[in-house]
C-alpha cells in the first residue's frame, strides 16, 4: 500500500490457524463478507481435551479472544476496525482498546465468537 493512502475495502481476512487459541478447537469457523466495507468472521472455540470450559476458562479465554482483536487491528490499515461480538454473553460487543469490557463467566461447552472488521470511515 501507497504511503499516506488508506483503504476503504475489506480485501482480505486473517487464516484459519490465526483464530486458533491454546486450549481450544475451532468447532465451526465461517466468513461473511456483508460489503465490501464489512465482514464477520464467526467462531467457534470448544475445549480441547474435555466437555466444557469452567468459569475461569471462559474468563480466560474471554480476555484472550479480545486480546486477538487487539492484534488483528493493530495489523490492518488505520481505518479498519475490529470488534468482537460474545453470541453466548447476550450479544455483548467488545471495541479494541475497550479496557472496563467485563462479562460474568460461566461454564461452557463452547464460546461463540463473531469477529466483526469494518471501515470506521472513507477518504
Do not use: H
Not at 74 to 86: D, G
Amino acid at each position: 500500500m501507497e504511503e499516506g493512502k488508506i483503504k476503504n475495502t475489506i480485501t482480505r481476512s486473517f487464516e484459519l490457524q490465526d483464530y486458533k487459541i491454546d486450549g481450544t478447537e475451532l468447532s465451526g469457523f465461517w466468513a461473511d463478507l456483508q460489503s465490501k466495507e464489512e465482514l464477520v468472521v464467526e467462531v467457534n472455540y470448544s475445549p480441547e481435551s474435555k466437555e466444557t470450559f469452567s468459569p475461569e476458562e471462559t474468563e480466560n479465554l474471554i480476555r484472550q479472544v479480545c486480546r486477538k482483536c487487539d492484534s488483528f487491528e493493530a495489523k490492518l490499515p488505520e481505518n479498519i476496525k475490529c470488534e468482537v461480538t460474545f453470541k453466548n454473553f447476550e450479544k455483548k460487543v467488545y471495541k479494541t482498546g475497550q479496557s472496563d469490557f467485563k462479562l460474568e463467566p460461566k461454564k461452557l461447552e463452547e464460546l461463540q465468537a463473531a469477529y466483526r472488521f469494518y471501515v470506521e470511515y472513507y477518504v
